[in-house]
């Protein structure tokens, strides 16, 4: 017989220390000089970190890779990003990595992404895909501020369970709320809560219908609803205002069996959404909505 303690030990905790908690938080700014956009403050603590690849520059934009030095987020680590491209300025930030949610210990992770763009700026927030582990528990928000002449694009796409091992997320929490603003007018309010139940939740026809990847592409800008048209082509979409899947998959490997798609536009804004068996049609439905905007590309990182 072998004792993991003995009796003389403190006894372990049931959850982890609040002093061994995670903390990052992560300041971006993007200038416009010179025909180009330059790096201005920049503010780094805990475990968040960016980095400028020269690699990554396309024109005059400028490309930030967030860094997550702990490999991911774990129950009760906080992460707090805000960007900000001034006026002029084109600003892409993406991701090293996919980002973990780790089982919990029954605390939440608290995730926090303000975004802001300034007159005549762009900001294409492109992360790669957040993966989400069963028992996970996770609260994320995003805000974000645009000035009337500015362009946002978001791309946020969720793996729920580590689906190449056959994980499924069935118990944990997530919740998501996204809010969008517009010369300080709310235009965009989405979220989404994922409790109890989850599994019961996600075999539900008109929830997931069982599958695990989704996403989400918003894009504001002054010409947005004018893109539909070519988005629901690359999507196989109908030209109409049903979304039903055709009879035959479309040029995205589209279909009752690997993904389902729906494009709407209206009041400067367009957004798709995306649902897919797991992360591999996932990613490529969102590349090709990616390429059909015509507003931005994928991030270079992507590819590697």
């Known amino acids: 017989?072998?004792?993991?303690?003995?009796?003389?030990?403190p006894a372990r905790p049931a959850s982890i220390p609040v002093e061994r908690r995670g903390h990052g938080r992560l300041s971006v700014e993007a200038l416009a000089q010179a025909g180009r956009t330059v790096r201005g403050r920049i503010e780094e603590s805990g475990?968040?970190?960016a980095r400028f690849p020269l690699s990554g520059r396309r024109g005059?934009?400028?490309?930030?890779?967030?860094i997550n030095t702990g490999g991911g987020l774990a129950g009760g680590d906080t992460s707090h990003t805000s960007i900000r491209a001034a006026s002029g300025a084109h600003l892409v930030v993406t991701t090293q990595a996919a980002?973990?949610?780790?089982?919990?210990?029954?605390?939440l992770s608290?995730?926090?992404?303000?975004l802001s763009a300034g007159e005549g700026a762009s900001l294409d927030w492109m992360p790669q895909a957040t993966i989400v582990f069963d028992g996970a528990r996770v609260e994320r928000t995003i805000a974000a501020e645009v000035a009337p002449s500015s362009r946002l694009l978001l791309v946020e796409p969720v793996v729920l369970g580590r689906t190449a091992r056959g994980e499924r997320f069935?118990?944990?929490?997530?919740?998501?709320s996204w809010r969008v603003r517009r010369g300080g007018r709310l235009i965009y309010a989405d979220g989404l809560v994922l409790d109890g139940d989850i599994a019961a939740t996600l075999d539900r026809r008109a929830a997931a219908g069982g599958w695990a990847a989704f996403a989400t592409l918003l894009l504001v800008a002054p010409d947005a609803?004018?893109?539909l048209a070519a988005v629901r082509a690359a999507l196989g979409l109908p030209d109409g205002a049903s979304d039903e899947p055709p009879d035959v998959p479309g040029p995205a490997g589209r279909g009752p069996e690997t993904l389902e798609a729906g494009a709407s536009a209206w009041d400067g804004m367009l957004s798709v959404r995306l649902l897919a068996r797991d992360g591999a049609p996932l990613e490529?439905?969102?590349r090709r909505a990616i390429a059909a905007l015509g507003v931005a590309e994928v991030p270079r990182i992507w590819h590697s």
């Open 1 to 9: 017989m072998y004792a993991t303690e003995l009796p003389c030990e």
């Open 284 to 286: 490529t439905a969102i």
């Open 60 to 66: 005059h934009a400028l490309e930030a890779v967030l």
């Open 225 to 227: 609803e004018g893109r």
């Open 170 to 176: 069935s118990i944990g929490r997530l919740h998501d």
């Open 47 to 49: 475990f968040a970190r």
């Open 110 to 114: 608290r995730i926090s992404v303000d």
């Open 99 to 107: 980002e973990k949610i780790y089982r919990s210990d029954g605390s």
